[in-house]
């Protein structure tokens, strides 16, 4: 069992950057792709980001492309999302998560919040 382990939320103000990451606590767990999604309170949760492990494919929402750049470290099973030109409507409760298997995310984190002031 994998534990995702998510930091680097806070407060910024608009036009703002924040680097968020997402660590897989088991280094044996074998990952083909993580992913961030987000919610935002009302709403229901929402693709983010994705990047598939081998070779680094990446898929963006259209909210975010331009400003959101996902990456990740191979040898450390960690993933991260560089926020840009942070907008009030990125703010969000961001979670992270994975799967060794094509289909589907088995594996959340606990979610880490990011609230953007205008």
């Known amino acids: 069992q994998v534990q995702l382990v998510e930091s680097g939320g806070g407060l910024v103000q608009a036009g703002g950057s924040l680097r968020l990451s997402c660590a897989a606590s088991?280094?044996?767990?074998?990952?083909?792709?993580m992913a961030w999604f987000r919610q935002a309170p009302g709403k229901e949760r929402e693709f983010v980001a994705q990047?598939?492990?081998?070779?680094?494919?990446?898929y963006y929402a259209d909210s975010v492309k331009g400003r959101f750049t996902i990456s990740r470290d191979n040898a450390k099973n960690t993933m991260y999302l560089q926020m840009n030109s942070l907008k009030p409507e990125d703010t969000a409760v961001y979670y992270c998560?994975?799967?060794?298997?094509?289909?589907?995310?088995?594996?959340w984190g606990q979610g880490t919040q990011v609230t953007v002031s205008s």
């Open positions: 998560a994975t799967n060794p298997r094509a289909s589907g995310y088995d594996y």
């Open positions: 088991e280094r044996t767990f074998s990952i083909y792709k």
């Open positions: 990047i598939f492990w081998n070779g680094g494919i990446t």
